[in-house]
């Protein structure tokens, strides 16, 4: 019993010890908790500060340049242009029919072939206009007969003068009839009016087809005629004369050049748009007739001009301004912008090449502000991103400016 007593003693005096000990730790003064997040808050806000354009620490505090992200103007080869969709024609196109009715005896053709003007494409059986174009030959002759023998007389005064204009009406007459059987037996062959390629006949040797009847269509595709219009808005811009490119979906990646040929002079009231007409050669004879076209007018020949990205404008109501950087400050700039594309937009007016334009950042900037640009930077002039691995201009280099030490544990 006196040693299970000593034992329970003990136990309580050591539980009274470690007590003790806990409550000495829990109520000593110590550093404040909060105190020491407020400084290191202000420590990391100090490092995210650089003045300067070379990446020179500043001092901590709210005071410090604002980082920002920069562009440096160059002049690029620009072209204005416009945007319009048309659909390819043919240069010369038509569709061969008959004068006459008769009997197909020939076709000199093959579907799809080439042809030269003046080939004979189809022959009508022309047995009938053959034999009228030979009796009207002999009465011509037997007039022209009768005419020589009546001038002969008539010379000698054996006839009297009205006989003799009776012989040249009749040799008149004659020639015209022989003429008239010479055109209709023209008109049994069916020739190619100009240079091209003719399509798929819709008749047979043997078909009986009466005038007018749709035989086949010959195209001339070593030159395409592209039709295709624009708001009215746009008459001053456009010219014959000027170069355009052309692009279709069925032929992807491929661009053909071609020249405005001709500019209607009615404007359409149904859409208030100019047609326009322009000429595309078809060297590789890739293209045919009936394609549908994307249509790119250059409106203007190439010309510097001054791109930036559309993210470094500030609009401010109607007016566009921009922030230059002139010796680590920030200007703020009105400036007058062109064409906007693929998130580009030209800027006509209020900067100049070699200029520094601020591209991000803008919205904690105010004129006059210090400014420095940014560490993870990497542009090059015009808003065009640079290789991989290198710096854009005015970009800050890796290790420029010593990261302040973090605040000692307490």
């Known amino acids: 019993m006196k040693h299970r007593v000593t034992i329970i003693a003990i136990g309580v005096l050591a539980a009274v010890a470690v007590a003790a000990y806990f409550a000495r730790d829990a109520f000593a003064p110590g550093p404040n ?16 500060f650089k003045s300067g354009a070379k990446g020179v620490p500043s001092k ?14 160059k002049p690029p080869s620009v072209k204005e242009d416009l945007q319009a969709v048309g659909s390819l024609r043919s240069n010369e196109s038509v569709i061969l029919r008959p004068e006459v009715s008769g009997r197909i005896a020939a076709i000199g053709f093959k579907d799809g072939q080439a042809v030269r003007k003046g080939q004979v494409l189809i022959t009508l059986d022309a047995t009938l206009n053959e034999a ?4 009207a030959r002999a009465e011509y002759d037997l007039a022209l007969s009768n005419l020589k023998r009546s001038e002969d007389l008539a010379s000698r005064q054996f006839i009297s003068s009205s006989a003799q204009e009776t012989a040249v009406s009749n040799a008149q007459v004659a020639e015209a009839k022989f003429k008239l059987a010479q055109a209709r037996l023209s ?14 006949r819709k008749v047979s040797l043997g078909d009986y087809v009466k005038d007018g009847t749709d035989l086949v269509n010959v195209e001339d595709v070593r030159v395409l005629k592209v039709d295709f219009r624009l708001p009215e ?23 053909y050049e071609g020249t405005v040929f001709a500019i209607n002079p009615l404007v359409d009231t149904a859409g208030r748009a100019i047609v326009i007409r322009a000429l595309v050669r078809n060297a590789d004879a890739a293209l045919r007739p009936g ?9 203007r020949d190439e010309s510097d001009a001054l791109v930036l990205p559309e993210q470094a404008l500030v609009p401010q109501g109607e007016n566009q301004y921009v922030f230059r950087v002139v010796d680590g400050k920030a200007v703020f700039t009105m400036v007058e912008v062109g064409q906007r594309r693929e998130g580009r937009v030209e800027i006509i007016k209020g900067v100049s090449a070699g200029d520094t334009i601020v591209t991000a950042g803008q919205l904690k ?23 991989s691995g290198e710096p854009g201009p005015g970009a800050a ?13 307490s």
């Open 60 to 73: 901590s505090g709210p005071g410090g340049p604002i980082p920002v992200e920069v562009v440096n103007l």
């Open 187 to 200: 008109k049994m062959r069916i020739i190619a009016p100009f240079d091209g390629s003719v399509g798929i």
């Open 365 to 387: 900037l105010r004129d006059g502000m210090q400014v420095t640009f940014s560490a993870t930077q990497n542009t090059a002039g015009n808003g065009v991103p640079s290789k």
């Open 33 to 48: 908790p909060v105190a020491g997040v407020k400084a290191e808050s202000k420590t990391d806000a100090g490092s995210a």
């Open 291 to 299: 394609m549908f076209a994307r249509v790119r007018l250059l409106t």
């Open 132 to 135: 009228e174009v030979a009796q």
């Open 233 to 255: 808005v746009y008459l001053r811009q456009v010219r014959v004369g000027q170069t355009l490119e052309v692009s279709l979906d069925a032929l992807k990646g491929r661009t």
């Open 397 to 409: 280099k890796k290790g420029d400016g010593a990261m302040p030490a973090p605040p000692p544990k």
